[in-house]
């Protein structure tokens, strides 16, 4: 319908028959420029927001499916801290060692507490203690860091979450090697340390705390790269908390005191005894209390609650923040 009316319109007087092909090639690019307006552009999809349960979700499912990336990137991140070593990662066992030996010898004379209960104990505590404060401490630098990466690999913030918990998981069992070691020493001594079945808990235990370590990660992360001032506040904090819990010291050696109930309510109002105590108890032969494995899936919930929201409205602002 378009070519008459565009010959009736645009042939000049005089030109008649002789300008119909131009006519027609005029009428054949009208309909193109048609068919390509905006007019007949199928609609845009609807824009999505950035902020849904979903995408936060999905996030933490597609990170741990990519396993292979943070497992790798996680024992890279040791063997860079270790290059050129001749012992490797062993200084990590070595070093823990010296100081649990020194510190249980110390803190055994203040407090007249007998070896085969001071050492065990603080081993195992120190073990956990250094795995519970890493995955808050690091997990505060835990976007900040890998800036560079997160610009280049576009992966879920989640895989860097993983890789964190991953590697203080190596550093853990590097150290648990001191536990089996005292095991052999002071059962070669004539005293062994009076574990028994019970010692199996320890390992459901462990992999509670490396659930919390996840949402303790993504929480702090996600905060302290918005707010660069919380990482020392947070280490400020787990400093006064390594005096505050039961790792040095223990209630058993104040079970002669007077004021030990006082004190038993002031120690069950720190979360981090509770975790401490579900997984060092059964390896060291102490009785397993069933409110401290409440404490801890309680605070699991809560923080899984707080990271999922954190999660949730400030993922996709991450990328910008670092």
Not at 65 to 81: E, F, V
Not at 175 to 195: K, M
């Amino acid at each position: 319908m378009g070519a008459p009316e565009l010959s009736g319109m645009c042939a000049p007087v005089g030109v008649g028959a002789s300008l119909s092909p131009v006519t027609r090639a005029l009428s054949v690019l009208l309909r193109t420029v048609q068919a390509t307006s905006t007019i007949e552009r199928p609609a845009a999809p609807p824009e999505t927001s950035s902020r849904t349960w979903s995408k936060a979700f999905n996030d933490l499912v597609e990170g741990a499916k990519q396993r292979q990336l943070w497992a790798h990137l996680g024992w890279q991140d040791i063997k860079q801290r270790y290059r050129r070593s001749v012992i490797g990662p062993l200084w990590i066992t070595i070093s823990m060692g010296v100081m649990v030996t020194g510190l249980g010898i110390l803190y055994g004379s203040l407090f007249g507490t007998d070896l085969r209960e001071k050492l065990p104990h603080l081993a195992v505590g120190f073990i956990i203690w250094e795995f519970i404060r890493n995955c808050v401490t690091e997990g505060t630098e835990v976007f900040i860091k890998n800036e560079g990466l997160m610009k280049q690999l576009p992966a879920p913030l989640s895989v860097h979450i993983y890789r964190l918990v991953w590697r203080q998981t190596l550093f853990f069992l590097h150290n648990l090697i001191i536990y089996f070691l005292l095991l052999a020493i002071f059962a070669l001594a004539g005293t062994p340390i009076p574990v028994n079945w019970t010692i199996i808990v320890a390992i459901p235990a462990l992999l509670l705390i490396m659930i919390n370590g996840i949402w303790v990660a993504t929480l702090f992360g996600v905060i302290a790269t918005r707010f660069r001032d919380i990482p020392p506040v947070i280490q400020s904090i787990m400093t006064m908390a390594l005096f505050m819990s039961p790792i040095t010291w223990g209630m058993f050696e104040f079970e002669h005191n007077d004021q030990n109930a006082w004190r038993q309510i002031f120690v069950d109002g720190n979360p981090l005894s509770h975790y401490i105590a579900i997984f060092r108890d059964p390896l060291i032969g102490f009785d397993q209390h069933l409110y401290h494995w409440y404490w801890v899936l309680g605070c699991t919930v809560v923080g899984f609650l707080l990271a999922a929201v954190v999660l949730r409205n400030y993922r996709a602002r991450v990328p910008y923040w670092v």
